[in-house]
């Protein structure tokens, strides 16, 4: 897919609980481009989704709107960066949504 | 059955806890004891949404979680108390409850911090008031997962520059 704009990858590594919320409240206020943003995290439950929970509940007014996905493989981020640019972010979570669920597969 | 491990870690509910030491050490009470969180029902759902349904959890102010440990109040469950801070511990000491040991896992202090392990940075406040509950008598140790190498926090600080 090549090099995508407006990503923002962060690592919870090192960095203490207040640390980690104000390094992501930086990244998602950089973020300006488009009408809203998308936190992607691994776990639910984890101290990176209380963060981005944190983060997005301060979302209000001039802020863009903020969703957090949990679970993220990569047949979720494919979906995302093919279809962020033609759908509001309402009908983009959900798809990405049920892309990743459909990407997790047995194979016997 | 006693309290099985009384733990700091700033961010009190979370993976490491759940995931590592509930599987470790098979507890079904989780009892998260911090004033801020338990005044704060934005927080409080928060922290409750990372347990999982086979877990219980409550929420406690510091002085309601002593009363209630000092009443045996988790008698018959498999508890487990998580702090954010040194200075809740030593609250709940001076209101009496025993404690043996205390797990420390992950803190890392904002402001004057020295580096003690990766997952530990601590101010010269967190510092003393580790020092006090040494002094107390109670073993502090040091593991943020339960297979991680354990380190005895007396040993380490001996090991600081004043």
């Known amino acids: 897919m090549g090099k995508q704009e407006g990503l923002s990858v962060i690592s919870n590594a090192g960095l203490g609980k207040e640390e980690l919320i104000s390094a992501l409240q930086k990244k998602v206020d950089q973020e300006t481009s488009g009408d809203g943003v998308v936190i992607f995290v691994d776990m639910f439950g984890t101290s990176c989704w209380q963060t981005a929970k944190k983060v997005a509940a301060t979302a209000s007014g001039s802020r863009p709107e903020i969703a957090v996905i949990t679970g993220v493989n990569l047949p979720m981020l494919a979906k995302f960066f093919t279809r962020r640019a033609s759908l509001p972010l309402s009908q983009l979570v959900p798809l990405v949504k049920q892309e990743g669920e459909k990407g997790i597969r047995t194979e016997s | ?156 600080f001996d090991k600081l520059r004043p």
């Open chain 2, 1 to 156: 059955m006693p309290i099985l491990l009384y733990r700091v870690d700033e961010r009190l509910i979370h993976g490491q806890v759940v995931v590592g030491w509930g599987n470790s050490l098979k507890f079904d009470r989780i009892v998260l004891i911090n004033d801020q969180v338990a005044q704060n029902p934005w927080e409080r759902d928060l922290y409750l949404a990372c347990v999982p349904p086979e877990m219980k959890a409550i929420i406690l102010p510091v002085d309601d979680g002593a009363a209630k440990i000092l009443q045996n109040g988790f008698e018959g469950e498999r508890a487990v108390i998580l702090v954010d801070s040194p200075f809740d511990i030593l609250r709940m000491v001076e209101k009496g409850v025993k404690i043996d040991s205390v797990n420390v896992g992950g803190v890392h202090s904002k402001r004057n911090r020295v580096k003690i392990l990766p997952y530990l940075c601590l101010s010269p406040e967190e510092i003393f008031a580790f020092k006090r509950i040494i002094s107390a008598g109670i073993k502090c140790e040091c593991r943020d997962v339960p297979l991680a190498e354990e380190h005895d926090l007396s040993l380490l």
